[in-house]
């Protein structure tokens, strides 16, 4: 139903009319009955998205862990959610499961990395909240340099502190 101030959609709500008699001895207008019939008052709601609770805005996990990231809001209507990686949106896929205001991504990789958004959006307006996730790598050392070293403190006149 349209609203004649808004251009938001609408309830319905039974109002019930109380008829109101004022006693000339009392300075307080008092209900004193309920008259027989209900109105319905189109009153309109509207909010714009509000953040609740949501992932950190900065997270670090290692590679080949999982990663869960989450963000709520409310608002009237109810936010829809979209989440984007690195400005496109993020689907779901083998080891990406989006679902609602959770991403869950298993067996992290380097290139899972990045900037994640979650966009909450209704009728009134939007909300964001990003979230950078960094992935950590084991340590590595090149097999040129690892041999490089055994040759060095192979040497007789070279001692490795």
């Known amino acids: 139903m349209p609203c004649l101030i808004s ?13 109101y008699i004022s006693l000339p001895y009392r300075a307080l207008t008092l209900p004193c009955r309920i008259i027989s019939y209900l109105t319905f008052l189109n009153f309109c ?3 714009p998205p509000v953040l609740g609770t ?24 109810w936010p829809t959610v979209t989440w984007l990686k690195d400005g496109k949106e993020l689907m779901s896929s083998s080891h990406v499961s989006v679902n609602d205001n959770k991403v869950l991504i298993k067996h992290l990789v380097k290139s899972d990395g990045g900037v994640y958004i979650c966009l909450f959006k209704n009728t009134v307006a939007q909300v964001s909240h990003i979230i950078q996730l960094v992935i950590e790598g084991s340590a590595y050392c090149w097999p040129m340099f690892t041999h490089f070293l055994y040759l060095f403190s192979r040497s007789s006149d070279t001692r490795l502190l």
């Open 45 to 47: 709601l509207s909010a």
């Open 54 to 77: 949501v992932s950190p805005g900065f997270l670090i996990h290692r590679e080949g862990s999982n990663a869960e990231l989450f963000c709520e809001a409310t608002g009237t209507p």
């Open 7 to 19: 251009p938001y959609p609408c309830l319905d709500l039974i109002l019930i009319c109380f008829e």
